[in-house]
């Protein structure tokens, strides 16, 4: 019985144990914080309404999943930088709100930035700690420049980057019929 518990006790606690993540280089580590910057760039010229520097970060041959059913095309620079338009033509007030979302445990370490995470240390690909892509989690903040609604919604976006820093693949997903009924339920209540 002795020896059935002890086995016991080593086979749960060797399946218990994770295999210890790569350590994350010095170089990798700069990639992921120039990343950031850049999405934070491409946020900040929302922000201002400013096209040049919202697409200052973007790549000329990016390609885009937008958040709305499309029947799975990706787009373009020219199409990416219309819906761009299309939201500075119809909000204001746009702001990217970080981390808002899932918050993975900011009481374990309040210095963890919650917004954006990077590399596939577990997932069902090979694991890597490379930054070879970054997924950004928030909310995007909103005043419907017609109504004056205000609204908010929450985002996920799946952003690569080419060897220049520039952003050349983007996929975002929200309730992009959110917006719409949140716009609604400001007109019907005022």
Known sequence: ?????????????????????????????AKFEQQIESFRTFAKGFNAEDMDLTMSVVSESVQWSPPYYNGGELLNYEDFQSAVQGYFDNFDNIFFSEGE?????????????????????????????????????????????????EGGNKWYGLINFGDDGKITGFSDWMDVNGMSVQIENFVNNN
């Open 101 to 149: 979302g899932p918050n993975m445990n900011p009481d374990a370490d309040p210095n963890a930035n919650s917004a954006y995470w990077s590399g596939s240390l577990y997932s069902s690909a090979t694991p890597s700690s490379e930054p070879n892509g970054l997924r950004v989690y928030g909310v995007w903040k909103w005043k419907h420049t017609e109504t004056g609604a």
């Open 1 to 29: 019985m002795k020896k059935l518990f002890i086995l016991f006790f080593l086979t749960a606690f060797i399946a218990c144990q994770s295999p210890a993540p790569d350590a994350v280089s010095e170089e990798n580590q």
